[in-house]
């Protein structure tokens, strides 16, 4: 049975207080995840209040980031970069769709953030809208999420979403989770294909019940 990854994508959301309340209501009602890998994305900030809490009361979550500063320490003003990361997170987003549109994240820049994070031990999760994004060498997840399906209720179908995470698969030795519009009543359909590895949540992710319920009926 392979392993699934459920990834939980806060984007720019919550305050410090309310990622602790979603952390103890997570744990309330979360069971143990046999064969399944558990990560949230909180913003930068909250990393820390975060990892304390995991340690403390042994949660059986993972931290990632959202994303990874292109340059090591130094003078770069507001970033935050892998090294400050390494100490929170095992696993970081690069490339989401909303970076390379409002912040004009490029396919160099993206490789760049894979390198670096590679370098670091910390493993990059690579957002992919199609099978015309180019993905970094040694990329070893990649997360397809169709610009379409994001945010909007409308999830890639799934005999769409088994072509084109084959297609990445036999071009690149990866992982492939699916993104895009995905809730607790359609997380089966996806994880169940055979070329799929696990999903990207953002939305239903900021509902510790309904995150949870996706964990558990992936
Ligand atoms: P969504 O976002 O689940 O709200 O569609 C997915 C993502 O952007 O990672």
Known sequence: MKELIIIGNWKSNLTAKESVEWLLEYSNVQKEAVNKKIIVCPPFLFLPILFEHIQKYSLPLLLGAQDISRFNEGAYTGE?????????????????????????????????KVKLALSLGIIPIVCVSGVNTPIPNNTPIVAYEPIEAIGTGNPQTPEQTEQIASEIKKNNKCLVLYGGSVTSENVHTFT???????????????????????????
Do not use: C, M, W
């Open 80 to 112: 935050v970069n892998g090294k400050q990361l390494k100490e929170f997170v095992k696993y970081v987003l690069i490339g989401h769709s909303e970076r390379r549109q409002n912040f004009h994240e490029t396919d160099e820049i993206v490789e760049q």
């Open 192 to 218: 169940s294909l055979p070329s799929i590895d696990g999903v990207l949540v953002g939305g239903s992710s900021l509902n510790p019940i309904e995150f949870s319920t996706i964990g558990e009926r992936a």
